[in-house]
């Protein structure tokens, strides 16, 4: 029986350590997060990224930085850091680069899903308070 190829090979990430999945706040799994997303940018992508999304001065997205990674691999990323403190969320909210930005919103959503109703609550509040962040109608189409 042959051997079933990866969806999306672009994806693949060296597995190094990641004990990230069992934990919630660690300044590790931030620099992890963020080493992912690195290992994966594509130059040639982000120049058209940076283009589609207006982000030169005066435009809407002025001052958004783009890796240039599909949503796809963002998406394989955020699964591996679902337990994300909200503290280390922020960070990546804060921050000006689009896919750090969306694979925040993306463990978001995980955590939402596996929450009970005061987990929920935390998590609305959490991403209310962050909509001066969530700037781009891309952060906010994909949820």
């Known amino acids: 029986m ?14 190094q350590n990641h004990r990230a999945n069992n934990v919630s706040n660690n300044k590790n799994t931030l620099s992890a997060i963020k080493e992912d997303l690195l290992k994966l940018k594509n130059p040639q992508q982000a120049k058209i990224l940076q283009r589609f999304f207006k982000t030169k001065k005066g435009e809407y997205g002025e001052g958004d930085i783009f890796l240039g990674i599909k949503v796809p691999c963002q998406r394989k990323i955020s699964k591996k850091y679902p337990l ?3 503290e280390n969320l922020q960070k990546l909210l804060s921050g000006n680069i689009h896919e750090e930005q969306l694979t925040a919103l993306f463990i978001l959503i995980i955590q939402y899903k596996k929450s009970d ?3 929920k609550r935390k998590i ?17 189409d994909r949820l």
Not at 124 to 140: A, C, E, G, P
């Open 124 to 140: 609305v509040d959490f991403y209310l308070s962050n909509t001066k962040n969530i700037n781009n109608w891309d952060l906010v």
């Open 117 to 119: 109703e005061s987990g």
């Open 84 to 86: 994300l403190s909200l």
């Open 2 to 15: 042959p051997k079933q190829k990866e969806k999306n090979p672009a994806c693949n990430l060296n597995p």
